[in-house]
């Protein structure tokens, strides 16, 4: 589908995603999506709208992942230590 989307989840990004990594992810697929590289002024919302959705359901999707071999994210955030 889209070639530029990169796949956000260890191992193949080691680190874990950035909000800046899954937006530009999200903006990607929705001009993939819709055909617009831009939209125009009276698409801009809707335009903006999937953006910011498809964003959070990337988010919550990655830190729902479980990847074998890897700790669960949501376990190892429990038993992170106060302040991290």
């Given at each position: 589908m889209c070639r530029s989307i990169k796949t956000l989840r260890p191992p193949v990004l080691p680190e874990?995603?950035?909000?800046?990594?899954i937006r530009a992810a999200a903006l990607q697929y929705v001009r993939k999506v819709s055909?617009?590289?831009?939209?125009?002024?009276h698409n801009r919302e809707v335009f903006d709208r999937a953006v910011e959705a498809i964003a959070?359901?990337?988010a919550e999707l990655l830190e729902d992942l479980e990847v074998r071999g890897a700790?669960?994210?949501r376990a190892a955030n429990r038993a992170a230590p106060p302040g991290r």
């Open positions: 874990e995603a950035t909000e800046e990594d055909g617009f590289r831009a939209p125009a002024a959070e359901a990337t700790p669960a994210r």
